[in-house]
């Protein structure tokens, strides 16, 4: 980006994050992402020699380095303490779209495997039993019938794209568009289930604890109480002390 040329606070970090794609990737960052693949998942439209010139400029910047994690193991981007402070930042653009940018998803905005790339890294792996959980997600209603698996283990969470070739121990058959109103807040599960948008099949109890494994995105409280007229706790103006 061109500098501004205005000696202010507001156009100098205008100059380092302001660019198309960069807060985003800012976001991919705060919430765990580190390898520039992993990067590169959460960001599809992006080019890979865009976001390595974008990296390489925030590193430029003090925002991101380029490093091993503090055990060692494969070098990743991490968010230096400048970078860190930019969490309120993104939470408060994300608390003003969820009130003022925010409707139905967009038909070019239903991507089902960034929906489940999503989730899979906001799953409450504490609460998993100890044995290995599959779950098929059946995705209808977008450009085709979409077959996805998160393969769920306290160990860790995997993505797959194709059958990984164990037999699902609960399904998720669900509209794409309710599923995604649903992760970001826009209705309630209980809601979508109701209505035959989400219907979740497998044993009784794995259905009943599938809701608690998820923690809902980020934004989702913003967004349900913006989609219910109310302000967000944390945007309301405080009384003067």
């Given at each position: ?17 302001a660019?198309r ?23 599809p439209g992006?080019?890979?020699p ?46 003003w779209?969820s009130?003022?940018a925010?409707g139905d ?6 991507d ?5 790339w ?42 797959c ?11 998720v ?7 995604y109103?649903?992760w ?15 219907h979740?099949?497998g044993?009784?109890a794995?259905?009943?604890?599938f ?14 109480a913006?989609s219910?007229?109310a ?9 003067a002390?």
């Amino acid at each position: 980006m061109e500098p501004y040329g205005q000696y202010c606070p507001v156009a100098r970090a205008a100059e380092i994050f302001a660019d198309r794609w960069t807060l985003l990737i800012i976001r991919e960052l705060l919430a765990g992402a580190h390898r520039f693949n992993d990067l590169d998942r959460g960001l599809p439209g992006i080019s890979r020699p865009l976001l390595a010139e974008r990296l390489r400029r925030l590193e430029r910047a003090g925002v991101v380095e380029h490093r091993r994690a503090g055990g060692g193991g494969e070098p990743g981007y991490y968010l230096t303490p400048a970078g860190r402070e930019l969490q309120e930042v993104v939470d408060s653009i994300g608390r003003w779209g969820s009130r003022w940018a925010f409707g139905d998803p967009r038909p070019d905005e239903l991507d089902p495997v960034l929906l489940l790339w999503r989730m899979r890294r906001r799953i409450r792996r504490e609460l998993l039993p100890p044995r290995r959980v599959v779950v098929r997600f059946e995705f209808r209603g977008g450009r085709r019938p979409r077959l996805l698996w998160l393969v769920l283990e306290e160990s860790g969470v995997s993505l797959c794209l194709v059958d990984p070739g164990f037999d699902p121990d609960l399904i998720v058959g669900a509209d794409l568009a309710a599923f995604y109103k649903v992760w970001l807040g826009r209705m309630d599960l209980g809601e979508a289930v109701r209505r035959g948008l989400v219907h979740l099949d497998g044993a009784p109890a794995l259905v009943r604890a599938f809701p608690r494994w998820l923690e809902w995105s980020p934004f989702h409280d913003a967004v349900r109480a913006a989609s219910r007229g109310a302000l967000p706790a944390a945007s309301r103006p405080r009384r003067a002390s």
